[in-house]
């Protein structure tokens, strides 16, 4: 795994809170939650958030789709994304108007550590 050292900049770093939600972010907050499952969280402890989005524009960037996703995901079950350890993230390419984005968010054994352990110990025999 290649490193780069040095701290990494949060949105709210880079952007200094200037960002405003436009009106598409804002039905989108509203319709997402509509058409997400009931989920029990524990209370505390590291997660785990596994994504795939289906984009109809090879271009779409994967990033850009990921942080107001999870803004939504945090919100409607009641978690503090700063106990997000893990992303992992996948683009399929759909056709228009066969848009999705699907997601998988578990508690995880352990916080995970710089020796590469499988953060996914618990959770992996669930995708069975």
């Known amino acids: 795994m290649n490193r780069v050292n040095i701290k990494p900049l949060s949105m709210n770093e880079a952007f200094m809170g200037r960002k405003r939600k436009t009106a598409a972010?804002?039905?989108?907050?509203?319709k997402v939650p509509k058409e997400l499952p009931?989920?029990?969280?524990?209370?505390?402890?590291?997660l785990g958030l596994r994504l795939r989005a289906g984009l109809?524009?090879?271009?779409?960037?994967?990033?850009?789709?990921?942080?107001?996703?999870?803004?939504?995901l945090q919100a409607n079950y009641g978690f503090n994304d700063n106990r997000i350890y893990f992303i992992e993230m996948t683009k399929v390419k759909v056709e228009k108007g066969e848009e999705y984005i699907a997601f998988q968010l578990d508690a995880l054994d352990h916080e995970p550590t710089d020796?590469?352990?499988n953060i996914w110990e618990?959770?992996?025999?669930?995708?069975s």
């Open 25 to 30: 972010y804002r039905t989108y907050e509203i």
């Open 38 to 46: 009931e989920l029990e969280l524990p209370e505390r402890g590291p």
């Open 56 to 72: 109809s524009n090879r271009a779409a960037d994967l990033d850009n789709v990921v942080k107001p996703f999870l803004d939504i």
């Open 115 to 117: 020796l590469g352990d």
């Open 122 to 127: 618990a959770t992996d025999e669930d995708d």
